[in-house]
């Protein structure tokens, strides 16, 4: 039996690809935004809070960042819970965990290796922010 396994992260330079992408898109929309890239531990990795976000987003985006790390987005994961009686009413009970748009998983194959949250906007402008920080990922 092995004693130790690797696992993958997200690297800090993608991070920071990601939070850059994500943070022009939202200067793009005219919408102060807050981005968080999570590793697969559901760490901070890289963060940034534009001037003019507000405080709680700061929270929520890290929030949507941890949901994500499910392997879904964070707007899907009620669909996922809400026909299942146990975890609809135990998923409150679980910190960090957010129900609405604008966390997205992020991937190295298979393997979910981070999450990016972003909070500030209207739930389709954060989804938005965060694809565009996904998208950066596929263009390095």
Excluded: W
Aim: glycine share 10%; hydrophobic share 45%; with cysteine.
């Amino acid at each position: 039996m092995d004693s130790t396994f690797t696992k993958q992260s997200v690297s800090h330079d993608s991070a920071q690809k990601m939070v850059a992408a994500a943070v022009a898109k939202a200067q793009e929309l005219g919408v102060p935004q807050v981005v968080a890239i999570l590793d697969e531990s559901g760490l901070l990795k890289a963060f940034c809070r534009m001037d003019g976000a507000a405080l709680v987003s700061i929270e929520v985006a890290q929030n949507k960042a941890y949901t994500a790390l499910f392997g879904m987005p964070s707007q899907d994961f009620y669909n996922f819970i809400k026909d299942d009686p146990a975890l609809l009413a135990g998923v409150p009970h679980i910190p960090r965990i957010a129900l609405f748009g604008g966390g997205l998983p992020i991937r190295a194959g298979d393997k979910v290796v981070g999450g990016i949250g972003v909070s500030g906007g209207t739930v389709e402008q954060d989804v938005a922010c965060a694809q565009a920080g996904l998208d950066a990922l596929k263009t390095a």
